[in-house]
């Protein structure tokens, strides 16, 4: 099948932060801010939305339209596994070089900047999400440093939304610390390894529930092999199988293990509701 290739993009963080959160409305979840989605679908259009994917979303009653929009309006399941996943094992993120790769509303990616990350960037394959979505979240929780991540119990008992009460002063460290990047995976990675900008490998790879389509996995295996640093380890989070769509975690473990270039291990089964996975991936 013909893949359509969407150009990559780089994303600058604007000077005026205000600007970011204005019209947000911002939810808690384990103690790290984002915006209220449903807000985003009811506020943006026009030039806030020029790929069109909010009103075709919503239109269509869909969480993916192949090749137009795909999935990035919605925080999805695995992405909690992951970030459980990260206080059970103790992953440590100091010092370190993360890629959040199709990352929609960025938790992991602020999850690993709040970790200590030495550079977080964001990919998410859909502009509109990245500037109405990644970057606010990213902005607010840079805000919010001062407070730690709670523990899985905080999740249900999210707070209220509020709108950003206080002005945005973000800690300027933290966020010089992360780039963002909109566009399809081969792209990005072009952009990232031609670009004049100095550019070292990730120590992590960080992504959830992105190999839902078969027909991605052969641009997402070359975009892991080509990021990820020779030494460096790859956390994919996953349903065992996406109904309607075709890809699981064990057709997507099939397909690396035939390109014989990584190594893969299951670290975790989570068996509520639909069975879900994580999978740490390293070079052979």
């Not at 919503?58 to 909690?80: A, N």
């Not at 999850?111 to 960037?121: E, M, Q, S």
């Not at 892991?224 to 769509?245: E, M, P, R, T, W």
Request: proline share 3%.
């Amino acid at each position: 099948k013909k893949l359509c290739v969407k150009a990559a993009k780089e994303h600058s963080i604007p000077k005026d932060l205000n600007k970011v959160l204005e019209n947000k409305v911002m939810e808690t979840v384990l103690d790290l801010s984002y915006v209220k989605l449903s807000v985003v679908e009811m506020t943006c259009s026009g030039d806030a939305d020029s790929e069109g994917i909010v009103s075709k979303s919503v239109s269509s009653h869909s969480d993916l339209i192949p090749g137009v929009y795909e999935g990035g309006l919605k925080i999805w399941e695995c992405t909690f596994d992951l970030m459980d996943y990260f206080s059970e094992a103790e992953i440590e993120f100091t010092n370190k070089t993360v890629l959040d790769l199709g990352c929609g509303a960025g938790l992991l990616g602020i999850v690993a900047l709040r970790g200590k990350a030495d550079r977080v960037h964001f990919q998410d394959y859909n502009s509109t999400v990245i500037d109405e979505i990644t970057l606010p979240n990213v902005v607010a929780n840079c805000i919010n440093e001062g407070r730690r991540m709670g523990s899985g119990k905080d999740r249900k008992a999210s707070k209220p939304p509020s709108k950003m009460p206080r002005k945005a002063e973000a800690s300027p460290d933290m966020l010089n610390r992360c780039r963002f990047f909109s566009g399809e995976w081969s792209q990005v990675s072009q952009l990232l390894l031609s670009s004049n900008k100095p550019f070292s490998k990730y120590d992590i790879i960080l992504t959830s529930e992105t190999i839902y389509n078969p027909d991605y996995y052969s641009a997402l295996h070359d975009t892991l092999a080509q990021l990820l640093d020779k030494n460096g380890c790859v956390y994919l989070a996953s349903k065992v199988h996406y109904f309607g769509v075709g890809g699981g975690i064990y057709l997507f473990e099939k397909f690396i293990e035939e390109k014989n270039v990584f190594r893969t291990s299951m670290v975790k089964t989570i068996d509520q509701g639909l069975q879900r996975c994580i999978m740490e991936i390293a070079f052979k």
